[in-house]
């Protein structure tokens, strides 16, 4: 069992960058994969980014690719996502998530956080 709790979101404006932290607590946080998903107001909920347990396995998705690292820190159970030159598009509910396998599916992921609020405004 994985809880997860996301910070580190708010408002900021067009071509700032934001930090996003998801702390981790059960037993198994090192051995798992993590990832960040994002929902914007009316859409489905999409891949940011990805990492494997061991950090030497990284994705993103094209639209944050550049702008966006993910990494870990497995000592701290912690997982970052740094965010830089936000564009509005944005704008969405960042989750951060834990499963035993990495992937860009949502399907693949067993533990979600309840989200934080990242606001770009232009």
């Known amino acids: 069992q994985v809880q997860l709790v996301e910070s580190g979101g708010g408002l900021v404006q067009a071509g700032g960058s934001l930090r996003l932290s998801c702390a981790a607590s059960?037993?198994?946080?090192?051995?798992?994969?993590m990832a960040w998903f994002r929902q914007a107001p009316g859409k489905a909920r999409e891949f940011v980014a990805r990492i494997s347990w061991s950090g030497d396995n990284i994705g993103y998705a094209d639209s944050v690719k550049g702008r966006f690292t993910i990494s870990r820190d497995n000592a701290k159970n912690t997982v970052y996502l740094q965010m830089n030159n936000l564009e509005p598009e944005d704008t969405a509910v960042y989750y951060c998530?834990?499963?035993?396998?990495?992937?860009?599916?949502?399907?693949?992921?067993?533990?979600w956080g309840q989200g934080t609020q990242v606001t770009v405004s232009s």
């Open positions: 059960g037993r198994t946080f090192s051995s798992n994969a």
């Open positions: 998530a834990a499963g035993s396998r990495i992937a860009t599916s949502r399907f693949q992921y067993d533990y």
